[in-house]
């Protein structure tokens, strides 16, 4: 599938599963206290699961995405749960390098 074509079918999560986003961002709150502006999260819809992609940093240029099954998403497993601490670890240290970059003279 083409990167345009690909790009038709992302929708952002906040709209297709608001749950499911507001889980999500609670929990980069709860570990670093990252707010649902400082992340962009975008999924595409297949037919058993959601590709969700999480994007952050300046103008959003980090990301990290994995396939997860509806199974997976509606009881959050062990994988589920790792993917979204590890996002907000490399969130946080992204968004640390970005204000050092930003406040140097």
């Known amino acids: 599938m083409s990167e345009e074509k690909q790009h038709k079918i992302r929708k952002n999560l906040r ?3 608001p749950d499911l986003y507001r889980y999500i961002t609670s929990k980069f709150e709860e570990f670093h ?3 649902t502006y400082d992340v962009q999260v975008d999924v595409i819809k297949k037919e058993t699961g959601l590709h969700i992609q999480i994007r952050f940093g300046d103008q959003f240029a980090h990301a990290e995405e994995q ?5 997976a998403i509606e009881e ?3 994988e589920f749960e790792e993917f979204v601490k590890s996002t907000a670890d490399a969130c946080q240290k992204v ?4 204000y050092f970059k930003m406040m140097k003279p």
Request: glycine content about 0%; aromatic content about 16%; overall charge negative.
């Open 67 to 71: 396939f997860f099954t509806f199974e």
């Open 95 to 98: 968004m640390v390098a970005d």
């Open 33 to 35: 206290n990252i707010h």
């Open 76 to 78: 959050p497993d062990a």
């Open 15 to 17: 709209v297709l599963s």
